[in-house]
């Protein structure tokens, strides 16, 4: 059985319920898109991995047309074609969304979802 202060640890790094309905945080809040290591730039750092790498819709972040090299800037990657059908897919037909969306934003908008915070104060760990 756990004691107060191990359940209050517990209690804080509670994984997020993903059983919520989906909720694209990159569309519904200030979630910002990732500039990869390998220079593109995708809907969020959540996607930037070999599961999502192998969604077709998350692949054709990384064509090569795509790469920041092959663009005047940033804006006119986020403006391009498949910038816009992106926001549309999770807009009107967010069923389509690729799974690795549907894991990490099928929680509430507030769930961190991957990390949690700690603030150190003059009082201790809070
Ligand atoms: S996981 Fe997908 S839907 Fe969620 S914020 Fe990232 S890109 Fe958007």
């Known amino acids: 059985m756990l004691d107060h202060g191990n359940q209050e640890k517990e209690k804080m790094i509670k994984k997020p319920d993903r059983a919520e309905s ?13 500039y990869t290591a390998t220079g593109f730039i995708v809907p969020c750092c959540w996607v930037d991995n070999p599961w999502g790498m ?4 998350i692949k054709r972040f990384y064509d ?7 663009n005047e800037s940033v804006m006119e990657i986020m403006n ?3 910038y816009n059908e992106w926001w ?7 069923e389509e969304a690729p799974d690795i969306c549907k894991k990490y934003c099928g929680s509430k908008l507030e769930d961190k979802v991957t990390k949690h915070d700690t603030y150190i104060s003059k009082k201790g760990n809070k």
């Open 64 to 70: 090569p047309k795509m790469h920041i090299d092959n």
């Open 80 to 82: 391009s074609d498949l």
């Open 22 to 34: 989906f909720k694209p945080k990159c569309l519904l809040t200030d979630r910002q898109p990732a």
């Open 88 to 94: 549309d897919m999770l807009i009107n037909r967010p």
């Open 54 to 57: 192998r969604d077709d819709f």
